[in-house]
Nanobody
Framework: QVQLVESGGGLVQAGGSLRLSCAAS????????MGWFRQAPGKEREFVAA????????DYADSVKGRFTIFRDNAENTVSLQMNSLKPEDTAVYYC???????????????????WGQGTQVTVSS
């Protein structure tokens, strides 16, 4: 198993930046593909970004491409999401997730992920 704890959320004005971090403990971190998802009130959880075990592959939702960057440090057991040019529609609870079977065409699906953090709130004011 792996335990995930997110941090870095908060309130920011539109156009601003935030960096979310997710600290992992438990099984070797490099065994997991990592993802970030978000859920706004009244909406389903949606894919934001994912990164392969050794950072060779990343994927992003169209809505965040060019604004968000996912990166990881396997030595520190962390995965981060740098969010720039934030918009009010980015407001949501952001979740870190770990997937153990490896990168594939369905990596954007929440059902592919085995472990989840508790989430961190991001609020972007207009």
């Amino acid at each position: 198993q792996v335990q995930l704890v997110e941090s870095g959320g908060g309130l920011v004005q539109a156009g601003g930046s935030l960096r979310l971090s997710c600290a992992a403990s438990g099984r070797p971190f490099s065994k997991y593909t990592m993802g970030w998802f978000r859920q706004a009130p009244g909406k389903e959880r949606e894919f934001v970004a994912a990164i392969s075990r050794w950072s060779g592959i990343t994927d992003y939702a169209d809505s965040v491409k060019g604004r968000f960057t996912i990166f990881r440090d396997n030595a520190e057991n962390t995965v981060s999401l740098q969010m720039n040019s934030l918009k009010p529609e980015d407001t949501a609870v952001y979740y870190c997730a770990a997937e153990s079977t490896g990168w594939g065409p369905t990596i954007f699906m929440a059902t592919e992920y085995d472990y989840w953090g508790q989430g961190t709130q991001v609020t972007v004011s207009s």
